[in-house]
């Protein structure tokens, strides 16, 4: 059974930066597309960016371009996010995801594996 956890969330002013790490356990990195979705309160959960199992495709929000990248380090078995230039409506609860085989990266629906979530405050 895959695992993911999430770390690296906090408090962060705008403009700043923060990266999320997603370490994933029970399968190998390489066999799955792995991306991030974004929760802020009340409202639904979103996507942010995903990367293909191979690493040759990335796919990002129209909100994120440009200021988040997605990157993978398989030695360590972790996903990333990098976030720049944030604003207060990057405020969520981030969720790292997995699938294999990734089909639809934008829904919801296909993925399968989820992690708990870690808080991302951007104060103005």
């Known amino acids: 059974q895959v695992q993911l956890v999430e770390s690296g969330g906090g408090l962060v002013q705008a403009g700043g930066s923060l990266t999320l790490s997603c370490g994933v356990s029970?399968?190998?990195?390489?066999?799955?597309?792995m991306g991030w979705f974004r929760q802020a309160p009340g409202k639904e959960r979103e996507f942010v960016l995903a990367?293909?199992?191979?690493?040759?495709?990335?796919y990002y929000a129209d909100s994120v371009k440009g200021r988040f990248t997605i990157s993978r380090d398989k030695a360590r078995n972790t996903v990333y996010l990098q976030m720049n230039s944030l604003t207060p409506e990057d405020t969520a609860v981030y969720y790292c995801?997995?699938?294999?085989?990734?089909?639809?990266?934008?829904?919801?629906?296909?993925?399968?594996?989820w992690g708990q979530g870690t808080q991302v405050t951007v104060s103005s």
């Open positions: 995801a997995a699938a294999s085989p990734l089909s639809i990266p934008q829904l919801r629906d296909s993925w399968h594996y």
């Open positions: 990367i293909t199992s191979s690493g040759s495709s990335t």
């Open positions: 029970g399968g190998t990195l390489s066999n799955y597309g």
